[in-house]
């Protein structure tokens, strides 16, 4: 595609891949190569921005899997204005009490990250009222991001990471 550069890391699972636009000048970040994850930073205006994609095959253990990605996120928290993590983690968050689910939600919330996405984003899935839709993980791909990151329009949407670099050079020469 053109003005787009491909990033992907084989894995087990069959990889995970992003493409960005070439003009974001985007660098790949080093990461353990335990999980499949791929780390890219772009800059946003004077931000620094890691953008990660991560998955876990179903058959791969939680708590490894949890602790690795725990590292990374740690590593681009702290060295990155801002971190965005998607992917498919293969955890069954519908079950509230498991041990998976518990370290995975702690873990988020210890690094101040909140759920982007919060409806299905495949499918013609009826997702009942009564079940949260963060909790609802075989339907969802997760979109993590770090607190105060990105803004909400008038509803409530989060907006697009485009619209986004637009307010973000709008705020800098005010």
Request: aromatic share 8%; with cysteine; net charge negative.
């Amino acid at each position: 595609m053109d003005r787009y550069s491909l990033f992907r890391s084989a894995g087990r699972g069959g990889g995970v891949c992003f493409y960005i636009q070439t003009s974001l000048n985007p660098k790949v970040s080093n990461t353990s190569e335990v999980i499949e994850q791929l780390w890219v930073t772009i800059r946003l205006a004077s931000l620094s921005v890691s953008l990660g994609v991560v998955y876990r095959p179903a058959d791969v253990g939680d708590g490894g899997f949890i602790d690795h990605l725990e590292e990374s996120l740690s590593t681009h928290n702290t060295t990155s204005d801002h971190v965005l993590c998607m992917g498919d983690i293969n955890i069954d968050m519908l079950d509230v009490d498991g041990s998976a689910t518990m370290r995975f939600k702690d873990m988020f919330n210890a690094l101040d990250f909140c759920q982007v996405i919060n409806e299905p984003t495949r499918g013609e899935n009826d997702i009942s009222p009564t079940i949260p839709l963060l909790n609802y993980v075989e339907e969802i791909s997760i979109t993590w991001k770090k607190a105060g990151f990105g803004e909400e329009d008038e509803e409530g949407d989060v907006i697009p990471l485009s619209d986004l670099r637009e307010r973000l050079r709008d705020k800098e020469t005010e």
